[in-house]
């Protein structure tokens, strides 16, 4: 869904950022703290080695960092407003009413114990735990592309029941503990308030294993195939709580079909899937499934998703679906490769939200470049390069 947007060279089209920098330069009050958040932008497009306060204010000819920690920690402005425009930007290029919203988090690694949030937790960046903070994000996929749109930054509950630790970091009062799973459903929510035009919500097994939220999506009637663990259970016509895992386990051969669920680094990603049928009282144009997908060189890993769609849904629209939650790491990693995502020296809560925020209008921008190359074919520039 949407091409690979790394192809785009990010120091010829840097300049293409002051059209979206100005959708939100109203959010800003002063003109120097306008013109440092375009330099800031330009500055984390810029192919350093590291993009801190020091080097991206050389990139932008300042004679120190001054001005970029003013822009971060201490000028007044909106970044959720900033976000907003962002994310017209987005719906305006991007949007298809086939959308998918994918749930996700990843890890910001740290060497102190100051930065909002850090602890020692797992991450999914570094697939143990470390010392880190953890950014519970919403992306946007669809035939036109992928992009980051929303974002939360974890304060564990250690932090939150050390309010003067908290007010040291500049996390005020009145934020309240919220686990990942809150902050996700509050982001789709959002999504869903705001009016993106979007047809499906997926996530993986650390959000689709809560029966809450899928039970607030359907009522929402939201239709979604997120993961889940082989040991959730589900209602079928023969129990009130079925494992997944015996439910597919004696299915015939004849169930499981091999398809590709979408392109990945190395090639198609090709599963053998099945689906079951689940819950009989559904409305008569509503179907609930279990989706099962299962290693073609290794039977024995099988992963499993709970699926919410209209009746007429096929296996492959499902799997299509199921396979598109692999398109937030994929934007994960171009926001941290090219957008500076994961590379800045912030201590305070609202020093994260304002980088992280102009660090996702930059990958915003990539996206849309992108797709309108692949819109109007190569481009003489980049076949030069």
């Known amino acids: ?24 330069a109203h959010r800003f009050a002063r003109s120097e703290s306008r013109e440092s958040a375009l330099a800031y932008m330009r500055g984390l497009l810029a192919p350093l080695e590291r993009k801190n306060g020091w080097t991206v204010a050389e990139e932008a000819g300042h004679g120190g960092p001054d ?11 909106d970044a959720d407003g900033v976000l907003d425009d962002v994310r017209e930007y987005i719906v305006e290029h991007l949007a298809d009413p086939g959308g998918v919203l994918i749930v996700d988090d990843t890890g910001f690694l740290k060497k102190g114990v100051r930065s909002a949030g850090v602890q020692r937790q797992y991450s999914g960046t570094a697939g143990r735990t470390e010392n880190c903070q953890v950014g519970v994000f919403l992306a946007y996929s669809g035939p036109l592309g992928r992009t980051l749109i929303d974002r939360a930054l974890y304060l564990p509950k250690s932090w939150m029941d050390d309010r003067e630790r908290c007010r040291a970091e500049g996390i005020g009062d009145e934020i309240e503990f919220a686990t990942k799973h809150q902050l996700a459903r509050r982001m789709v929510r959002r999504a869903i308030d705001d009016g993106i035009p979007f047809r499906w919500v997926t996530a993986d097994a650390g959000y689709g294993n809560s029966k809450g939220w899928r039970t607030e999506l359907e009522q929402a009637d ?118 500076g995502l994961d590379d800045y020296q912030i201590r305070r809560h609202q020093g994260w939200y304002r980088h992280i925020t102009l660090a996702m209008a930059t990958h915003a921008y990539l996206a849309v470049l992108r797709a309108q190359q692949l819109e109007k074919g190569p481009d003489p520039l980049e076949r030069q390069t």
């Not at 089209?13 to 920098?21: E, I, K, Q």
């Not at 920690?69 to 201490?74: A, C, E, F, S, W």
């Open 1 to 24: 869904m949407g091409g690979d947007i790394s192809e785009v060279d990010a120091r010829c089209w840097s300049d293409g950022l002051a059209g979206l920098h100005g959708r939100f």
């Open 67 to 77: 001005r970029i920690q003013r822009l971060l920690n201490r000028i007044d402005w």
């Open 222 to 339: 939201v239709f979604h195939v997120v993961a889940t663990t082989r040991h959730d259970t589900v209602v079928t016509r023969w129990a009130m709580d079925h494992r997944l895992h015996d439910l597919v386990a004696g299915l015939s051969r004849q169930k499981w079909k091999r398809r590709s669920c979408g392109d990945g680094s190395h090639g198609p990603r090709i599963y053998d899937w099945a689906r079951v049928e689940v819950r009989p009282w559904h409305r008569p144009d509503r179907r609930h499934w279990v989706l099962a997908r299962r290693s073609v060189t290794d039977p024995t890993k099988v992963a499993y998703y709970i699926a919410y769609a209209p009746a007429e849904t096929t296996l492959n629209e499902l799997i299509a679906v199921a396979g598109a939650r692999w398109a937030i790491e994929e934007c994960f990693q171009t926001a941290k490769g090219q957008c």
